[in-house]
């Protein structure tokens, strides 16, 4: 399993940027996609979820309407699109993939991407 994410930058605040991770090596009809972010100086966290059940995604609270994460199966790939960025989501995000139900915790993924550094800033 291989996961490669891509599309970070640098952008001013109220920007938008859109992380893709294409996925090869792999199909399952359960899976759950995860992207993370870890700043410097700080734990790797949650920000996004989506698994194979229709409808069925998460949000953590401080990007909760401004991001949305999507999914294209026939192409393996997952999506994050950050809109109204702030400067406090500056980090590298990662994406990871697990062959199971959806959990926000980061022990639990099998594959992980290899980070995309994301910068907000004026």
């Known amino acids: 399993v291989q996961l490669q994410a891509s599309g970070g930058g640098l952008v001013q605040p109220g920007g938008s940027l859109r992380l893709s991770c294409v996925g090869s090596?792999?199909?399952?009809?359960?899976?759950?996609y995860g992207w993370f972010r870890q700043a410097p100086g700080k734990e790797r966290e949650g920000v996004s979820f989506i698994s194979e059940r229709p409808g069925s995604t998460y949000y953590a609270d401080s990007v909760q309407g401004r991001f949305t994460i999507s999914v294209d199966n026939a192409k393996n790939t997952v999506y994050l699109q950050m809109n109204n960025l702030k400067p406090e989501d500056t980090a590298v995000y990662y994406c990871?993939?697990?062959?199971?139900?959806?959990?926000?915790?980061?022990?639990?993924?099998?594959?992980w991407g290899q980070g995309t550094l994301v910068t907000v800033s004026s």
């Open positions: 090596g792999y199909r399952s009809s359960v899976y759950t």
């Open positions: 990871a993939i697990r062959f199971g139900s959806m959990t926000y915790d980061v022990r639990s993924y099998d594959s």
